[in-house]
């Protein structure tokens, strides 16, 4: 069996953001990056399939520019046999479309029995990459998933929707999963898989070789929303911090 | 402009995103119809042409047949928009339907400014105004973004639209969320803790500070995703909804997802060494603290009380 898994490097959350110099998006200078959140399942998931199976080929592919690697990197250490980095200076603004093009050029020939990608990345949140490859590809999908088996041509999976109901559904291979928090327990790399990851097949191609759409929409403004100033914002030291807010919550609330 | 509005319909009722959906359009203004795969037994409360297709011919989870059915309504009406809600349901179909359309696709829509659609970035910190280039639009809308400003009424007039039911995903049924062991629901205090918690070891901090408050613990979803502790405690749109005199969110950033789940809160309290966190947003209070030497000494004060 052969697995693609698409994983997308994001900036750590809690950064400070600064807006770049065309307004367009974020500064991608002095950023934290690590491996976008949804991502980390949907390799783990990957590599269990290849624990049940065994004979299983897991390529990992990433697009943006070469430090995207060191998340690659991450990826093969927590067990997937090869890497390919799609170098893009500009990935970070390329939109869902032109990003599922890319992927879907890539994987067309390839003969993937299934294609894992995070069901949204945390920068952009748009969730759509993972729909639209299996679209250009004539795959069927199924999102959101929280629960995910496989026996080698049916895959058995439950969609998390509102309220945390659980739609069950089944699909034959080959299929493309996009996969949701919760969905397994993402390993952490050892230091011998670590080690092991270092000499794993690592290809950089250059997405002019794979890009074959066009964004349809223009980002007219990237910005901070005006902040809702309804948060009384306290600081300095702590036990005068616990003071001032018991003293509050007498005032405001009726629990004490 | 002519707006498309998809309905939402699961179990045979009608959900409330739908009636989102339809204010949005009210705001946009223009012509609009809706498209629905539901029930004769359970109409929207719309007044307009309402395209129904049979939930019971076609399955109400079938994106590869809801999404003929959508292309055909398309073909007849030719909207310029069309709108869906941001949930489950159509953040699967969306794109789907706007690649085939060769539309551009605007996700989780927040606001319109200037003719312009807005979407939140990075987890709600920044805001990304978007214009489409092409000639039909798809947008989602975020949940709650676009409140109906009244009691939805009306009786739709049907028009029915079927397809070839066949598809390569087959449903096999919902499955119910956990059930509940602690109710929520009930708590005058909840307080709630955030992956900024740090590790399992910590849950114990956070209920200790709810004992001394006379509550309940919860958690945000990283924390029952690591299983620092049970589902039926997660707050937000895939948890339960709780609405307390006061919340107190605990290393908890305030994702859209969550603050669903706890925003009708009387009072809110948010603990977070972050002071840009959008939970600030929707708090009364934000205490820019670690929330590990915070929480114990806050504690110890309100059992000395
Ligand atoms: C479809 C869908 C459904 C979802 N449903 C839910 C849901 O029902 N409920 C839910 O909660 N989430 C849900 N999520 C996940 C949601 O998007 C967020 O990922 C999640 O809410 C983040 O949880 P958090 O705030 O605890 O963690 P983070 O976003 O990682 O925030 C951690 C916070 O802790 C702060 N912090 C770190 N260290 C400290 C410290 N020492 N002291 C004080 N503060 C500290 C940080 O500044 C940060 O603000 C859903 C996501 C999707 C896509």
Known sequence: MKALVCIKQVPDMESKFKINASGTWYDENNLAWRMNEYDEYAVEQAVQLREQFGDVDVTVLCIGPDRVKETMKKALAMGADRGLHVRDDLGGEKGPLEIASIIAEFAKDKGFDLIFTGMQSQDRGSAQVGVLVAEMLGLPSVTTVVDFSCDGTTVSAKRELEGGVRAVVRVATPALVTCQLGMNTPRYPTLPNIMKAKKKELLSVEVQELLTAESLL??????????????????????????????????????? | MKIMIVGECRNGQILDATYENVAFAEKLGGDSF???????????????????????????????????????????EQPDLVVFSHSSYGWDLAPRVALALKAA?????????????????????????????????????????????????????????????????????YEAAEAAGVDLAKADVIVSAGRGIGKAENMEMIGGLARALGGEFAASRPVVDAGWTEHNRQVGSTGQSVSPKLYLACGISGSVQHM??????????????????????????????????????????????
């Open chain 2, 105 to 173: 696709q605007l996700s989780e829509v927040v606001d319109i400014k200037e003719g312009a659609y807005v979407v939140p970035a990075c987890n709600a910190k920044l805001r990304r105004r978007l214009r489409p280039k092409s000639a039909i639009t798809v947008v989602t809308l975020q949940a709650g973004a676009f409140s109906p400003a009244s009691e939805p009424t009306g009786q739709p007039a049907i028009e029915p639209v079927s397809c070839d039911p066949s598809g390569a995903i087959e449903f096999c049924g």
């Open chain 2, 34 to 76: 809706m498209f629905m795969v539901g029930t004769q037994a359970a109409l929207p409360k719309y007044e307009g042409k309402l395209y129904l297709a049979d939930a019971g011919e076609c399955g109400e989870f079938n994106p590869e047949a809801h999404k003929q059915l959508i292309l055909k309504t398309v073909s007849i």
């Open chain 1, 218 to 256: 223009t980002t007219e403004q990237f910005y901070f929303p005006e902040k809702n100033v309804g948060a009384l914002v306290l600081e300095g030291a702590t036990a005068e911090l616990a003071e001032t807010l018991i003293g509050i919550l007498k005032e405001k609330t009726t629990v004490i």
């Open chain 2, 260 to 305: 669903a789940g706890m925003k009708k809160s009387e009072f809110v309290v948010a603990i977070n060494t972050d002071r840009d966190a959008p939970i600030g947003e929707i708090a009364d209070v934000l205490i820019v603290a670690d929330l590990k030497e915070f929480i114990p000494i806050l504690t110890e004060k309100l059992r000395a009380l």
